[in-house]
Structures are given as structure tokens and as C-alpha cells.
């Protein structure tokens, strides 16, 4: 089984990329989870792109995700929603519009901001986008607030508890992908 990560930050030491990566260190054998690091490559949605070819970078983004079982996001706060970069990244998976890659996919939002409440608003506003592009996303979640402090040197989460959460939004997002591909074969 196999995880993409998107976080939804372009930052070199993002705290989102950190959570992507500690994603990875928690996940159970046999989940693969993969980070898409091609956020900033991509070009403005523009719905004129529609009818040609689009992009390499739109087409590398949407067959990463295709080949995904499931997707994780780990999304800042930017201004109270998410960040630019990532809704144009939804807005292209969201598009042609009658086949999305986000389409019945699985998805699970988690976000870590510098402020105090872990980019709960951010993640609110990207379930509802994922949602209302048809992706299936699941109820865990995952905030961390103060994200300057809540890593250590080598990039793991500090807390104990917050490690057991991501290690449980991985879970249950595995379940889902699970739950999804037996409903298939039904
Ligand atoms: C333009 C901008 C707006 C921000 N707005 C918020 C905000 O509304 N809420 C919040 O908690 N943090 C906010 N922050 C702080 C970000 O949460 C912080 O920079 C975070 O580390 C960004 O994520 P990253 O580390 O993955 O790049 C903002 C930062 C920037 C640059």
C-alpha cells in the first residue's frame, strides 16, 4: 500500500514537511508513504489549460496521486486558510472535472502552524475543499501548535502523545484505503 504525502508548504525547513517525513518513520511495514515535493513547480490553475496538454508538472502531480491508495496532507496556516501553493495544487488534482484524481480517493488532513491552535482553520478549509472535490476524507486529524518548539534536532515530533496521534491519523487512513479497495471488489 502506498501513502503521498503532499505537504502544502514550499519551505526548506518546513514543519510540515517535518510531520510528512515523521508520517513516514511511523507507518506500519508495508505502507509506503511517499512525499510530493512538487508543489512550487507547478503553474497557476488556469482553466484556459484545460482543453491541451497540460503541464509535465500538473500531469507528474495528478499521476502521483492516481497511484496513491491514499493521501495524506500536513498543511500550514497561512492568513487564517491554506497556503496558495496548496489550493492550486487541489485545484488542479480537482480538474478535468468529469474524472479527478482526488475522486473517491482517500484523505487524511493534518497541519502544524507557529501559532496556537496547530492550522485548525487551514485544515478545516482543506476538508471541505478535498470534500468538495470528491476525495473520501476521513475524520482524524492531527494539530501542532507552537510547531517552532515541537521538534527535535533530528526533525521528530517531541511529544509522545502527538508521535501516537500521527501514528493513529496513519492508521486510520490505512483503514480507509482498506475499506475502500474491499468495497471495490463487492
Ligand atoms: C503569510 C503567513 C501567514 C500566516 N498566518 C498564520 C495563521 O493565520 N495562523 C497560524 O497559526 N500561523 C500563521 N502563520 C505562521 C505559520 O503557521 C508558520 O510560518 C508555519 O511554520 C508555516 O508552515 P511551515 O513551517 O510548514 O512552512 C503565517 C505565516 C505566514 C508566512
Redesign the pocket.
Known sequence: MRILSI???I?R?????KLAREAQRLAPAGLEVAIFGGLAALPHYNEDEESGQPASTVLELRTAIAEADGLLFAT?????TIPGVLKNAVDWASRPVDDPVLRNKPAAVIG??????G?V?AQAELRKSLGIAGARVIDAELAVPF??AAFDDQGRLKDPAQREQLRAVVDSLKSAVEERAALARA
Not at 502544524?112 to 491552535?117: E, H, I, L, Y
Open positions: 505537504p502544502g508548504s519551505r525547513d518546513s514543519h510540515n514537511l500550514p496556516e497561512y492568513n487564517g502544524a502552524s507557529t501559532g496556537a491552535f492550522a482553520w510547531a517552532d
